[in-house]
């Protein structure tokens, strides 16, 4: 069986729910890693998945500076708008900022455990407050069409018990909310750092799996843990969709392999046509001020595990390089590994 029919075969055992909802496949929400730059380059990869901004709360766009922080290429689509925040009426106008510039979708962060976060009274913390998080997600939902989704945890520092899971999870339900990501692990809220809170809780993959049993005509999509394509594949036996995190940071092919084994049908960039398409728009942004490691830093892990993987990222990443090259350094690193991995190949031929 060839490659293509593999993928094609395997995508055949997909769960009717999954096949069918448009969360299947998501890239997660992260801090100072999901710009429009990296989703951009995201979108090459997986011209189907569905991204997210990083996490930006209310006061920054209320007050701050809207357009820098809601811009974003048409091409991103379907795009969520990832807020931070805990007053109703301030949710609902920035929810609203961001449908109006765009946005497919308006999630609420309910799992960021980070102290600066907790000092801004949202994200993980709000857990503990379930009336207040439907409150919030009553007023976004009065005052947008697009979905209102929330992405949290399964529960604060040590506490293990599933019936305030159930019970804040039931009150957002009943408040309107159709759509759950699910980071299947507690939130420490003192004591670990956010990369910490990351690897340290255990993933208990069984805990979610019961809110789809408990609330099957909500939408679950799993985070965490999830860095293969044949694991996401088997999770969608039990979830609506799964949400990649760090996993699209640091070895972003798996994007696309899971594009390939989801939507075998759908027609994918080639690398060339992606280093064609991401040289383009360096260049476009180029012109418009911003530098090119902006661009290139998302680019690092692309050709993870291959040859010549090393040289790629110290090229993309060398401060001189890029100030000398500019966009065009996309083009000088492929045309590099390439050269690499032809001269390995044939290293490794018979004689």
Known sequence: MSSHQSVRAASSLLPLAAANSPWQLCVAPMIDVTDRHCRFFHRQLAPHARLYTEMIATGALLHGQPDHH???????HPVALQLGGSVPDELARAARLGEQWGYDEINLNCGCPSARVQRGAFGACLM??????AACVRAMLDAISV?????HRLGLDDNTDYAPLRDFVGELFDAGVRQFIVHARNAVLGGLSPKENRQIPPLRYAVAAQLKTDFPEATFVLNGGI??????????????GVMLGRAAWHAPAVLGQLHRLFWPDASTASPEEVILAMADYARAEQARGTPARFITRAMLGWPSGQVGARQWRRLLSD??????HGADIIEMAWEQLQNRQAQAAQATEPI
């Open 70 to 76: 809601l811009q974003f290429n048409e091409l991103e």
């Open 147 to 151: 979905p209102v989704t929330v992405k």
């Open 128 to 133: 503990a407050q379930p009336t207040l998080v």
């Open 227 to 240: 860095t293969e394509a044949s694991q996401a594949q088997a999770l969608l036996k039990q979830f609506d």
């Open 319 to 324: 401060a001189h390089a890029l100030q000398r």
